[in-house]
């Protein structure tokens, strides 16, 4: 049997990645049936769940590469950068968010696994990253710093809503308010 180059065995498992993208957006999570990964991502049942075990798996993934993504986007380039790239996110896929939520309601296991998604250790340099802005007086000093992350993280979820929901958001007048809401007094 040949042996199969690494390139390959990565250009398949992005090949699967992309169309599950796809078709989540197109169906829905629960709506995206293996029938449909199958047309979308132009491979069988077999040669899908050869690279991964299961719908979940293939979502799981996706996520935990977004959720990379953002945190990547937000240490590099800022909150600014951040709310700007949730507001031109695609409704559907987006939407895909909100329906496995509702799933993830029901599975406690599920949820932690969803919410530790982007990698060990992530959330520790993010959380070192906000403490070393708060400390350099980057945010207001009369909430505590836990406030401001969770303040931010509502803003955050509430673009992604309006954006699943294909409602037109302003990007510059988002950034503003949030900057209204945490900059320290001038």
Known sequence: MPKVS??????????????????FARHGYE????????????LSRGAIFNYY????????????????????LLMEQ??????????T????WMAVYFEVLRILRRD????????????EGREEEVKAWIHGLHESGEFRDDVTLEDITAFVNVVANGIALLTSLGLPLEADALVKLVHQGI????
């Open 6 to 23: 690494e390139e390959h065995l990565e250009a398949r498992r992005e090949q699967i990645l992309e169309g599950a993208r796809r078709a």
């Open 31 to 42: 709506g995206a049936t293996v029938g449909r990964l199958e047309e979308e991502i132009g």
């Open 53 to 72: 075990p299961d719908k979940w798996s293939l979502f799981y993934e996706l996520a935990s590469r977004d959720q990379h993504e953002l945190t990547t």
């Open 78 to 87: 800022g909150l600014d950068a951040t709310i700007r790239h949730l507001t």
């Open 89 to 92: 996110e695609s409704p559907e």
């Open 108 to 119: 406690p296991d599920r949820m932690e696994e969803f919410l530790a998604r982007g990698g």
């Open 183 to 186: 900059d320290p007094p001038k």
